[in-house]
């Protein structure tokens, strides 16, 4: 999940720490969770003290069989500083405002495995199917958030020639992925599925649009555009697509 090596929480905390002040005034990380989760109770934070007297913060997750720290940060004070630079602490020293001060180490530890599988139970939704009139059918989606969701878009053929369909597909690959928008390459699979079949396997690998491309786009330029979210399909200009994935996925990070 690269997006996560961006969010900033580091400063954020250590401007508590160093503060005094409660942690929960600032919980940058938390508010981090909340804003990419679809269940944000789940997420939990709980502050801590060791026995040499050291603040801390746990991050926590309720899975289905409890709850569990997927990220643990510490301040460690200013004495791991002393320690590997002794003597003149006057270059250590640092700005707080109007004061010169030593700064405090802080210590972060997570279980990035533990970490990704809260995201996936997070993510994991299970509802009712309107694609088929069976009882105990259930739709299953992985709604990842877009930011988070490693693909954005699938390319797949409907019905009519297969060859220039699928050069249309390799055409529009390549100018999305240009575009740096994740694309899975459905076009090329071998195996036929019905579309029910195809839409439940992209909405279970957490694709947020699937593309069709059918006869009727290689007599009028016009494909069908899916959404993983809502189940809605829109008839769209293909000379319209890149723009239209590229607002997307630039507004679902500036959220």
Same mark, same amino acid.
């Given at each position: 999940l690269p997006e996560l090596q961006d969010s900033g929480s580091i400063t954020g905390y250590a401007r508590g720490f160093n503060g005094g002040e409660s942690i929960?005034?600032?919980?940058?990380?938390?508010?981090?969770?909340?804003?990419?989760?679809?269940?944000?109770?789940?997420?939990?934070?709980? #502050?801590?003290?060791?026995?040499?007297?050291?603040? %801390?913060? $746990?991050?926590?997750?309720?899975?289905?069989? &409890?709850?569990?720290?997927?990220?643990?940060?510490?301040?460690?004070? #200013?004495?791991?500083?002393?320690?590997?630079?002794? %003597?003149? $602490?006057?270059?250590?020293?640092?700005?707080? &405002?109007r004061k010169n001060v030593i700064p405090h180490v802080l210590s972060v530890s997570g279980n990035l495995d533990r970490g990704a599988l809260a995201y996936l139970f997070d993510s994991l939704q299970l509802a009712e199917n309107p694609l088929t009139k069976k009882k105990d059918s259930q739709r299953k989606v992985l709604k990842l958030h877009p930011c988070l969701a490693p693909l954005k878009v699938a390319l797949d053929v409907g019905k009519g020639p297969t060859t220039e369909m699928r050069q249309v597909c390799q055409g529009l690959f390549n100018e999305l992925s240009e575009n740096k928008i994740s694309v899975w390459p459905g076009y090329l699979e071998t195996v036929h599925v019905s579309l029910e079949q195809l839409y439940s396997k992209y909405d279970e690998m957490s694709v947020l649009f699937t593309v069709l491309i059918t006869d009727a786009t290689l007599e009028n330029g016009v494909v069908q555009l899916r959404s993983r979210d809502t189940t809605m399909k829109e008839m769209m200009h293909i000379s319209r697509l890149k723009d239209f994935l590229s607002k997307y996925v630039t507004a679902a990070k500036n959220v």
């Open positions: 929960h005034s600032s919980d940058p990380l938390l508010w981090f969770c909340f804003q990419f989760a679809v269940g944000p109770s789940n997420f939990s934070s709980s #502050d801590f003290q060791d026995e040499e007297g050291r603040r %801390g913060f $746990n991050l926590n997750y309720r899975f289905p069989w &409890g709850t569990e720290t997927i990220e643990t940060l510490k301040n460690l004070g #200013d004495t791991e500083l002393l320690l590997m630079y002794p %003597g003149d $602490n006057s270059k250590l020293l640092g700005r707080d &405002g």
